[in-house]
């Protein structure tokens, strides 16, 4: 082979290297490693990005292969984006990494020098920070007062400021009235102060002077509480200086990864971009985290558990079967439990269900037992008056006789003696039947019209109705027939009926026209009869009321309900008592009062029985 063939193979080759027909090569040239960056942001997350993505871009640019991302994220954040092997770098403060490398293998890389405060690596610390114009001078003054400061875990927004108060001699978890977290961005911490939403702030080093650096705040409308201005720094402290943040790497990057970055951070220059806007100086080697060990020594902090729900998260993740079988177990008895519960309310309203059945029996025994006494009663009384109303029959009859035997014309005395024998054969009647329900005869059931009886109610009650300047129209609708049923016994009805209209029309009040109307309705099968009145309305509940020994008057013995019931119900017809207003009836005169509902089948005495 000539020397022009060999310069051309190797120049062909040379251009195959280049172009990548290699694939090997070529992969390896452009593999490029990807990796998260988890910033604290404790100015927000556009303020985070703005100040650490020129520092990715300079690791990406002094790393070969490599590309960083700036993520920003609070404590809570970082700790989760850990725990799910989203970040393999992190930038926070000390405090933050003493807490986390408890449960994640951390190593740090560097500490960051401070723009300000000629380079310090010291520049974490709390400012208490109160108005200008409050009373509040002294750490003493802030005992019970409400104070607001951004996170628990964050060693200048609150954790120094708690070390002082015990170095103090204070206790500091009873010491302040109310303590708020506010949490990232810290500008509203000092806002809080300013409106009074707050009496004390508890604010990282220098946040105070920064802001009014950029014109957020005024300078005389803050006072700094226990204040301190180190040799050498710019801003005032009411605690000790704690390291600053730091670089670290999880143990998911490779030592020789690690040794790229930390030489780009130590070679970056200060008025490099990245360390511009950054606002440092540069980076150096790890500082001592002594001082914060001590502090979290004091506080009890050091080696202090994760929150609960983070330890069982963490557990769930790596033990996932035993961890589905305990969630399992724990939903099934979740619905178990519920199960029991709900059936334990069931039996509760069972019992109470029964309980009430149980008083419910007690009291219509307490009625049947009146009722017997009442039945003795009224048996002895039907005994003893049925003697002499008889002899007042045959006395009536008597005179009525001796009359038209002597010839004397007195037909005024006539009749008033026609009326007592009426009157005695009636009453007689009812006794008869008093007698016939305590023996439990058999009823004598006859041809009758209703509306006769209806108005012989009126008539007995006529002297009363005046009396209280009742007005009763009795209307009578539909073709009359007959019906099979116990006059007696219906007269009864009608009577207490239009009594107990009568009473509840004498109590009213006001001037109204009192009125009682009685609606006669004949349907082909039966017969509705209507007795409103434009009194005071039921003073109870319709069942309550039809029962025996129920009543609303002082005098009553709350039988007449009950009576109009019994004699409803065995001519196989139906009662029912309402107010107007909430009548199921139509075109009622009214909607004052009550409306007493009477339906009686056409054949209903067939088998009317005692």
């Known amino acids: 082979m000539t020397i022009d063939s060999w310069c051309k193979a190797i120049l062909m ?49 002094q790393v070969p292969n490599s590309h960083f991302e700036v993520v920003p994220v609070d404590f809570n954040g970082m700790r989760s984006q850990l725990l799910e ?97 506010l949490g990232f961005p810290l500008e509203p911490l000092i806002y809080q102060v300013r409106d009074g939403s707050a009496d004390a702030a508890i604010a990282p080093f220098c946040t105070l002077e920064e802001m009014i650096a950029t014109g957020l705040v005024n300078q005389g409308d803050y006072r700094v509480i226990h204040p301190a201005t180190p040799a050498g720094y710019d801003c005032e402290v009411s605690t000790q200086l704690y390291p600053n943040w730091s670089f670290a790497a ?63 998260y963490k557990w769930m993740a790596k033990n996932k079967e035993w961890g589905g079988a305990l969630l399992l177990i724990f939903i099934i008895s979740t619905i178990y439990h519920l199960w029991l519960e709900h059936k334990f309310r069931q039996k509760s309203k069972f019992l109470v269900s029964t309980e009430r059945q149980l008083k419910d029996k007690a009291l219509q025994l307490e009625r049947l037992q009146s009722a017997a006494i009442l039945g003795e009663i009224g048996a002895g009384l039907a005994h003893e008056l049925n003697q002499p109303i008889a002899a007042i029959t045959q006395y009536s009859e008597g005179a009525m006789l001796q009359l038209e035997r002597l010839g004397q014309d007195n ?14 054969i009636r009453a007689g009647a009812v006794v008869h039947r008093i007698r016939g329900l305590l023996k439990r005869r058999q009823a004598k059931a006859e041809p009758l ?24 129209n009795v209307r009578v ?81 709350g039988l007449g309900l009950a009576i109009c019931k019994d004699v409803v119900t065995r001519h196989h017809g139906s009662i029912q008592i ?33």
């Open 250 to 312: 999880t143990d998911t990057v490779s030592p020789k990864l690690t040794m790229a970055i930390t030489r780009a951070l130590f070679d970056l220059p200060a008025d490099h971009i990245a360390a511009i806007t950054a606002d440092t100086l540069g980076w150096t080697a790890p500082v001592s985290q002594l001082k914060v060990i001590e502090l979290f020594k004091e506080l009890q902090l050091q080696g202090a558990s994760p929150p609960l729900y983070q330890t069982v």
């Open 411 to 424: 037909p005024e005395l006539y009749d008033v003696l026609g009326k007592i024998n009426a009157q005695s």
């Open 449 to 472: 019209d209703i509306v006769p009886v209806v108005k012989e109610a009126l008539a007995l009650l006529r002297r009363e109705l005046d009396r209280a300047n009742v007005q009763v």
């Open 578 to 610: 309402e107010n107007c207003q909430q009548s199921t009836q139509a075109l009622l005169p009214w909607q004052q009062g009550c409306v007493v509902t009477v339906v009686l089948p056409k054949g209903s005495g067939a088998d009317y029985t005692f």
């Open 477 to 557: 609708q539909g073709e009359p027939f007959e019906l099979m049923g116990d006059s007696v016994g219906l007269s009864q009805m009608w009577v207490n009926l239009v009594k107990n209209s009568l009473d509840a029309l004498e109590t009213c009040g006001d001037n109204r026209v009192r009125q009682l109307w009685i609606d006669i309705y004949y349907h082909p099968n039966e017969i509705k009869v209507l007795v409103i009145d434009n009194g005071e309305g039921l003073q109870g509940q319709a069942s309550e009321l039809m029962a025996s020994f129920a009543s609303t008057k002082d005098a009553g013995l």
């Open 13 to 61: 080759g040379f251009l195959l290297s280049i172009i990548g027909l290699n694939p090997s090569y070529a992969n390896e040239a452009t593999e490029v490693n990807h990796f998260r960056v988890g910033v604290l942001a404790n100015h927000g997350v556009l303020q985070a990005k703005q100040r650490w993505q020129p520092m990715m871009d300079y690791l990406s640019e």
């Open 85 to 181: 092997h989203d970040l393999q770098f992190i930038v926070t403060n000390p405090g933050q990494y003493l807490h986390l490398s408890n449960n994640f293998p951390l190593s740090w890389l560097a500490t960051m020098k401070s723009r300000k405060h000629q380079g310090s690596t010291f520049t974490i610390g709390a400012t208490i920070i109160s108005r200008a114009d409050s009373p509040i001078r002294t750490l003493q003054d802030l005992r019970g007062r409400n104070v607001v400061a951004s996170d628990p875990q964050a060693l200048g927004g609150y954790q120094a400021a708690m070390g002082l108060l015990h170095k103090m001699g204070f206790l500091p978890e009873q010491f302040f009235g109310q303590v708020r977290f």
